[in-house]
């Protein structure tokens, strides 16, 4: 039997019908055609479809979407605005944070809610912090650089070097 | 991957969610955190035709210190222990199992009544709440009762809430001076079961004399297993070298794993004691600092 739901997607409402087995992911990809989000593993473990559920970081291939009935959701779409890309997304272009890119929705989505907590973490907070989402090109340590040039752009300071690191 | 088909409720209180769980029986499966559930469900090992969303019921969320116990919520999320004060000031042992449970994104939906609630000894909040003896509140529309942990475990999957009942609440003793706690897992890498892991939870005496004992394994037994040999050795005695050697040795001995891809059987128990001894240590450490 099929349910109503009303979710907020990137600020805007849609009100639809889905099977209660409908999984968020799919919703947000193929009713809303929001590709952004991506399916990896289908499995709870890459990471690759992280969006923000009220706010804090999920993986919708592991939710339903009458789960997320009346909630707000973020996806990778959101994050830019009419005035340039969002700090993350400049930290990932400047440091070489993604070589294939199908991680990345994911992990600017992780990395978003991991700075508002935390808005200075450390290297290893950083590490812990991105430990749900799998990148399997650039072996991570141009996407920890990405999120401290974020970190040092949201905070008003003055950007670290953005020399790429290739190992 | 997509679940069979079911039916979903989300009511707004536990009667109407006792009144869902009388109407469909043993068909209906509760709906909590659901990161358990919702992948096997995928993977079809689950079909259940009914589920009933509790996360729109009120009430059932709380970390607190009350009546001498700390009460925690069936519906806390993991994440919801790692920011928590009271968490961070007395009971660094759910710290140190929240940062190996799954990662980020998961502990945000994942429940702590739910890990208990799902019956798996590969879980770490069994072993956890062995440790500090903890007593589950199952509710149902007759009303509430506790069973303590050792009681609560039946067999794989299977635990004492019946078809009609609702684990609600989880509480432990607050525990006494000079207590400390810790837990460890050993992971391939994150988000792995545990390959072994060990919950130890002791209080001493003014002179250092053990007066209190728990200790949780996980992954090592068919259900979640309470280490009795090894406690027994503590308790009563000053923990020196001999005594953590020999409770590391009896856990070592009494769990019983099974090998596998994670390791085979006389790896597990050499996993088992190394990982006693060290968290009996960090807790002495933690009871007296």
């Known amino acids: ?167 | 991957m997509i679940p069979a088909p079911f039916d979903y409720a989300a009511p707004g209180s536990l009667e109407e969610a006792f009144s869902l769980l009388e109407q469909h029986g043993d068909e209906a499966k509760i709906l909590a955190g659901g990161h358990s559930l919702i992948p096997m469900m995928k993977l079809r090992f689950a079909s259940p035709e009914f589920l009933i969303d509790i996360n729109n019921i009120p009430g059932l969320s709380h970390i607190k210190e009350e009546d001498g116990y700390l009460k925690i919520g069936a519906l806390t999320r993991e994440a919801e222990l790692e920011t928590s004060e009271v968490i961070r000031a007395k009971y660094p042992i759910f710290l140190d199992a929240t940062k190996l449970i799954a990662d980020p994104q998961v502990r945000n939906m994942g429940t702590v009544g739910g890990n208990i609630a799902h019956g798996d000894a590969a879980n770490d909040h069994p072993a956890v709440m062995m440790a500090l003896r903890a007593e589950v509140v199952i509710s149902s529309a007759e009303g509430q009762r506790t069973v303590p942990i050792d009681e609560f475990f039946y067999g794989f999957y299977m635990t004492a809430v019946q078809p009609n009942e609702i684990l609600t609440e989880i509480r432990i003793p607050v525990p006494g001076p000079r207590t400390g706690n810790a837990y460890h897992k050993l992971e391939r890498k994150v988000g792995d079961y545990a390959t072994a892991g060990v919950a130890v939870q002791l209080s001493l005496d003014e002179n250092g004399v053990c007066t209190y004992a728990g200790i949780g394994l996980t992954n090592v037994n068919p259900v979640p297993m309470r280490a009795a040999r090894s406690e027994e050795a503590l308790v009563g005695h000053k923990l020196d070298a001999e005594r953590i050697e020999l409770a590391g040795q009896y856990a070592s001995e009494d769990c019983n794993p099974s090998s596998d891809l994670r390791g085979d059987e006389d790896y597990k128990r050499a996993v088992v004691k190394a990982l006693t001894k060290r968290m009996i240590n960090k807790a002495i450490e933690r009871a007296t600092s």
């Open chain 1, 1 to 167: 039997m099929k349910k109503q739901i009303t979710i907020s997607v990137n600020g805007e409402k849609h009100t639809l019908e889905v099977e209660p087995r409908e999984l968020l992911v799919h919703v947000i990809r193929e009713k809303l055609r929001l590709t952004g989000t991506h399916i990896g593993c289908d499995t709870t473990s890459c990471g690759a479809c992280t969006v923000l559920l009220n706010g804090k970081s999920i993986k919708s291939c592991t939710v339903l979407a009458v789960q997320a009935d009346g909630k707000e959701v973020s996806t990778v779409e959101g994050l830019a605005t009419a005035e340039g890309l969002h700090p993350l997304q400049e930290g990932f272009k400047e440091n070489h944070g993604l070589h294939c890119g199908f991680c990345t929705p994911g992990m600017l989505m992780r990395a978003k809610e991991l700075l508002e907590h935390n808005p200075n973490p450390t290297e290893e907070e950083i590490r812990w912090g991105i430990a749900g989402n799998l990148c399997r090109c650039t072996g991570y340590n141009n996407i920890v650089k990405a999120i401290q040039y974020a970190s040092a752009k949201m905070q008003g300071k003055e950007t670290p070097s953005t020399e790429p690191e290739f190992v």
